[in-house]
């Protein structure tokens, strides 16, 4: 069993900060890329920002500049550090990952569970 478990969302005003996490656990032989997709009311779930293994990343044009993801592969860890948030970035953040569950096997895709960010005043 793999899971992926995100912390970090909550309540914050425009112009503020917020810093996401999600850990990923269970029988895991390597993860491949990581990354953070967010869905608002009404609206189809779109990428936010990933970042492969080696630590390259990959952003929407509508957070760059102002959001940084990053990981830490020995807590299978990834992060999305939100600056300058604004209430259009209001949505549930899910988190992504590519995981091999074995050296025989492929990659499959898993999701966290998802996290409400808000900004508004």
């Known amino acids: 069993q793999v899971q992926l478990v995100e912390s970090g969302g909550g309540l914050v005003q425009p112009g503020g900060s917020l810093r996401l996490s999600c850990a990923a656990s269970g029988s895991i032989y390597r993860v491949n890329d990581m990354g953070w997709y967010r869905q608002a009311p009404g609206k189809q779930r779109e990428l936010v920002a990933t970042?492969?293994?080696?630590?390259?990343?990959n952003y929407a044009d509508s957070v760059k500049g102002r959001f940084t993801i990053s990981r830490d592969n020995a807590k299978k860890t990834v992060y999305l550090q939100m600056n300058s948030l604004r209430p259009e970035d209001t949505a549930v953040y899910y988190c992504?990952?590519?995981?091999?569950?074995?050296?025989?096997?492929?990659?499959?895709?898993?999701w966290g569970q998802g996290t409400q960010v808000t900004v508004s005043s």
């Open positions: 992504n990952a590519e995981i091999r569950r074995a050296y025989w096997s492929d990659g499959n895709d898993y």
């Open positions: 970042i492969t293994s080696g630590g390259s990343p």
